[in-house]
């Protein structure tokens, strides 16, 4: 099974500030990796698949990338909504389809 | 626009089965390339693929708990199923249905999720 773990469990930033998330596969994943942001009491929503690409309707302050073992998911500019929960998730052994542990984007 | 929406009992006595139905909207189930799925999240905590079905009724499950669970798809009615055999506290969770695109790998929508909660 493929073990994806995420970095920095927390991350404390204010508005405007540039967000780095970091995801790291314990065996190549190749680029089959997407990110997720998830609210309170809500579904998690897709933001990007395939390491890089954005899901429809996801602005375009948030981009991916990486391949293999190390991925980052990048917010250019945080918006007061793009506080939340984020993980990652791999397809590439399977099963089991996996996801990391989650980073929480919170409000400095 | 796809929707999803989980339905099924919140409460499961332990040892019982946990049995959920999501119905899907918007989009033919038998739509080709999609896998439909099932996720949880334990209480706070992360999320879990438990498993995904074909619309021809080929599914794959998460080998942590496949020999628990039955996966099945109802095209009549544009809706699957998921049924969890023999469940203990440690099955407490939301339980999310999803649409897996591209073969399955990615996950887009989800429904909303239904927390259910096994205990006497």
């Known amino acids: 099974e493929i073990v994806l773990t995420q970095s920095p469990g927390t991350l404390s930033l204010s508005p405007g500030e540039r967000a780095t998330l970091s995801c790291r596969a314990s065996?190549?994943?190749?680029?089959?990796l997407a990110w997720y942001q998830q609210k309170p009491g809500q579904a998690p929503r897709l933001l990007i698949y395939?390491?890089?690409n954005r899901a429809t309707g996801i602005p375009a302050r948030f981009s991916g990338s990486g391949s293999g073992t190390d991925f980052t998911l990048t917010i250019s500019r945080l918006e007061p909504e793009d506080f939340a929960l984020y993980y990652c998730?791999?397809?590439?052994?399977?099963?089991?389809?996996?996801f990391g542990q989650g980073t929480r984007l919170e409000i400095k | 626009q796809v929707r999803l929406q989980e339905s099924g009992p919140r409460l499961v006595k332990p040892s019982q089965t946990l049995s959920l139905i999501c119905s899907v909207s918007?989009?033919?189930?038998?739509?080709?390339?999609?896998?439909w799925t099932w996720i949880r999240q334990l209480p706070g905590k992360g999320l879990e693929w438990i498993g995904h079905?074909?619309?021809?009724?080929?599914?794959h499950s998460n080998p942590s708990l496949q020999s628990r669970t039955t996966l099945s798809v109802d095209t009549s009615k544009n809706q699957f199923s998921l049924k969890l055999r023999s469940v203990t506290a440690a099955d407490t969770a939301v339980y999310f249905c999803?649409?897996?695109?591209?073969?399955?790998?990615?996950?887009?929508?989800w429904g909303q999720g239904t927390l259910v909660t096994v205990s006497s």
């Open positions: 395939d390491a890089s």
């Open positions: 999803a649409r897996g695109f591209a073969g399955g790998r990615w996950f887009d929508p």
């Open positions: 918007g989009d033919s189930i038998t739509r080709g390339g999609d896998y």
């Open positions: 065996q190549s994943v190749k680029t089959f």
């Open positions: 998730q791999q397809r590439s052994d399977w099963p089991p389809i996996t």
């Open positions: 079905i074909y619309y021809s009724g080929t599914s």
